[in-house]
């Protein structure tokens, strides 16, 4: 497939090249987008020993003096800490303003790289290089980053938007099938807030048949939200479908034993069957919601009760002071923003009051 470029023209112009084969000439890509001369390849001990050598190898034939930072592999790892130790890593090299990092893995790494971009000398430039399905088609688009505390996901983070992001669909042939279904959570969401076409698609074909145009089409999504309101103060919160509650799973499980993939997942079928007890949803979307997950090897439940889900929820970012948000989904390919009152979440997802 020859390269395909999306262009992102808001709050700050970069381009996102999708090509198969491309994280061995990365550093010309990455050439022809930055001035600095230095840069940290940050990654996790998983991506470590299949690409970082690929990747270093292309910086440093382009010109550039590259060194490595690598941290352990896993949500667990998404600290302040390990922000630190970036930042620390950034120091180590002498990076200057005009240098830049290189976010190589998942979207922890994407998250984590680019919060301490944001945070180091007041910002600097950053490459993205996602490797996993869902930081291919999700988190490395938008200039999200963030990190987790022990109350919550991405409870403390920036807006900062990559330099590039470079997407090689060739590296998803070494990613552990539980990852690569992670991902299709996220894939699901697009189909149901904006693409009828693409939930049909995921709910009856093998996502494998059709990777490259599914992750054109998802971050195309994103980027035509994220481009109108890069700060989230209007259409953006459509991409959190499934969050709130999802993210109120991995607290649950402090962030172990499922993916963020499977939590959204299940955050959506709650939040549809919700809508549908409350009138805001048309029947039968969270059964459509069910078979799309089951046909990507997602579950659709979880034996957390609504008290404890509404709970956890009430940290989401979503809150405004008394108020909670949702995303509800009014029909498959479209969605609605709910504000209801934090204390009536429970009686909304269908608990006791």
Excluded: W
């Excluded at 990365?26 to 940050?42: A, R, S």
């Excluded at 088609?137 to 403390?156: F, Q, R, W, Y």
């Excluded at 209007?234 to 034993?257: M, P, Q, S, V, W």
Aim: hydrophobic fraction near 40%; glycine fraction near 10%.
């Amino acid at each position: 497939m020859p390269a395909i470029t999306v262009s992102v023209k808001s709050p700050s112009a970069y381009d996102i090249t999708i090509e198969k084969g491309s994280l061995n000439h990365c550093g010309n890509i990455i050439k022809e987008v930055v001035k600095g001369k230095k840069c940290v390849v940050v990654t996790d001990s998983n991506v470590e020993p299949l690409y970082l050598e690929t990747v270093t190898s292309s910086l440093t034939e382009a010109g550039f003096s590259v060194e490595s930072f690598v941290f352990p592999a896993g949500e667990e790892s998404k600290t302040f800490l390990t922000v630190q130790n970036i930042v620390s890593a950034f120091c180590a090299a002498d990076l200057t303003r005009t240098d830049f990092a290189v976010a190589l893995g998942g979207g922890v790494c994407g998250d984590l790289v680019g919060f301490a971009a944001a945070i180091y000398m007041r910002g600097i430039d950053y490459i993205g290089i996602p490797t996993s399905l869902l930081s291919q088609i999700d988190s490395s688009v938008g200039g999200k980053t963030a990190c987790d505390l022990p109350e919550g996901k991405n409870l403390v983070g920036a807006f900062h938007a990559p330099k590039a992001v470079i997407i090689d669909s060739e590296a998803l042939a070494t990613l552990p099938q539980k990852y690569f279904t992670d991902g299709l959570g996220e894939a699901v969401k697009y189909g149901v807030i904006k693409s009828a076409d693409l939930f049909e698609k995921l709910m009856n074909e093998d996502a494998h048949d059709f990777i490259d145009a599914l992750i054109v089409t998802c971050i195309t999504i994103k980027r035509d939200i994220t481009e109108t309101d890069f700060f989230e103060h209007g259409d953006r919160i459509f991409l959190n479908f499934g969050h709130t509650i999802g993210h109120a799973i991995e607290k649950y499980y402090n962030y172990k034993d499922i993916t963020h993939g499977e939590a959204v997942g299940i955050g959506m079928v709650t939040i549809a069957a919700a809508a549908e007890r409350n009138g805001d949803c048309e029947k039968g979307v969270a059964e459509k919601i069910t078979n799309c997950l089951h046909n990507c090897n997602l579950p659709a439940t979880t034996g957390i009760d609504i008290e404890t889900l509404a709970e956890n929820a009430l940290n989401d970012k979503k809150r405004r002071g008394s108020d909670i948000k949702i995303v509800i989904p009014e029909r498959i390919g479209k969605c609605t923003v709910k504000k209801i009152p934090a204390l009536d979440l429970v009686k909304y997802l269908g608990g006791e009051d």
